[in-house]
């Protein structure tokens, strides 16, 4: 099959890309407008493969999408903005991307009737101090980050229920591995410990993850995609739970670095203290996390300790004024 993958030249993007060209058949067709987290560079190995194609392009430009959808017969969407504490300082583009720009593909899909797969996250719950969520949990996002994702899961479903359209929608927990742009705690906290600089903690660290393997990701995506039950929605939760102290502790250590290098540091405003998914449904489908934190966190710092040629420009550049605006003190290194 050839697919549309919109937001393919992100991190999550580029690894399901990788590894869908590697796994299948498919033909692959990237759309992405490459804000500062995308980057063709996330798709080096994989722009020499005749099967793949780039088209720079926003998934809000139903003239973009129209011309990248020739011969496409099903849209993966990867398309957002992501960061959080960006959509706290700056929540625009939030709103235009997950909202506009899912109605554009939604009716691209409909028009041509087109199975729809939808990337969404666990942060559309809100915060759950035990236990953990179903698909049939209540909506209760406390960001405009997750706010505008749970109004595009909305939107997904709503034109499965009015429409027929094939809509499935996948619900990740914290993504870790290698590509990620360095605003995310774990590889924010892996270059900031390789270069001896400060790492800044929000709150008392105590907020709890579930942290879960991109490629792990990747893979119950192929599976909801090409398994999954139009109308419905997909919980994908990682295998540990992790608090934000202890992840940086186990960063530190594998880095050769002690405490001391932790800044405790004003909390984000509105910060979900826990998140947790309930997997049975994609477990179900045959999906279960090959990678446990533990792994996944040595091997993804090897990749960025081994990778230098893929964070030093992004060190060097905008995200130095964007670090300084955030932690209101300069980077080292
Ligand atoms: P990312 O920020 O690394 O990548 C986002 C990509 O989307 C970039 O390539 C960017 O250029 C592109 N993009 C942004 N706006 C666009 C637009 N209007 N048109 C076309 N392209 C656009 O994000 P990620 O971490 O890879 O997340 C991908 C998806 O997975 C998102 O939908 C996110 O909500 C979801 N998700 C992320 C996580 C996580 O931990 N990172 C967990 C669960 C779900
Ligand atoms: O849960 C899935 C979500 O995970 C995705 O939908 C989002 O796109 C992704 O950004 C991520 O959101 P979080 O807010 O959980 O991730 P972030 O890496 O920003 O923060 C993880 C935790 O670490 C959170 O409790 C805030 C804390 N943190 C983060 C940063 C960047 C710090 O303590 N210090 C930091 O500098």
């Known amino acids: 099959m050839r697919l549309l993958v919109c937001g393919g030249a992100g991190f999550i993007g580029s690894n399901f890309v990788r590894t869908r060209l590697r796994e299948r058949e498919d033909e692959v067709v990237v759309l992405d407008k490459l804000t500062y987290a995308g980057r063709r560079e996330n798709l080096r190995d994989v722009e020499e493969d005749p ?15 129209a011309a990248a959808l020739e011969g496409v017969g099903a849209i993966v969407n990867f398309a957002a903005e992501t960061h959080v504490d960006r959509s706290i300082a700056e929540p625009d583009a939030f709103v235009r991307t997950h909202a506009l720009g899912t109605f554009v593909l939604l009716e691209a899909a409909r028009e041509r009737g087109l199975r729809y797969l939808q990337v969404s996250t666990d942060e559309v719950y809100g915060s759950i101090a035990e236990g953990s969520f179903s698909e049939s949990s209540p909506l209760n996002p406390s960001s405009p980050y997750s706010a505008t994702k749970a109004g595009a899961d909305l939107l997904v479903s709503s034109y499965h229920e009015t429409f027929g359209l094939e809509t499935v929608i996948c619900r990740g927990s914290n993504n870790y591995g290698p590509f990620q742009y360095p605003e995310k705690l774990i590889p924010l906290m892996v270059l900031n410990a390789l270069a001896a ?18 490629e792990d990701f990747a893979a119950a995506i192929s599976l909801v995609l090409e398994r999954g039950n139009p109308g419905e929605a997909y919980n994908v939760g990682g295998p540990d739970e992790c ?17 001391t290098l ?18 049975a449904k994609v477990t179900a489908l045959g999906w279960s996390a090959a990678t446990h934190f533990e792994q996944g966190i040595e091997r993804t710092v090897a990749w960025y300790r081994d990778n230098s040629w893929w964070w030093q420009p992004i060190r060097s550049g905008a995200y130095r004024e964007y670090y300084e605006r955030q932690y209101g003190r300069a980077l080292e290194g």
């Open 51 to 65: 099967r793949f194609e780039f088209v720079h392009g926003a998934i809000e430009d139903a003239d973009a999408v």
């Open 262 to 279: 932790v800044d405790y540091v004003a909390d984000r405003p509105g910060h979900d203290r826990r998140y947790s998914l309930g997997s």
């Open 197 to 214: 600089d400060r790492l800044p903690v929000y709150g008392d660290g105590l907020n709890v993850r579930n942290w879960l393997y991109v």
């Open 243 to 259: 608090t934000n102290i202890e992840v940086v502790r186990r960063i530190l250590e594998l880095c050769g670095r002690d405490e």
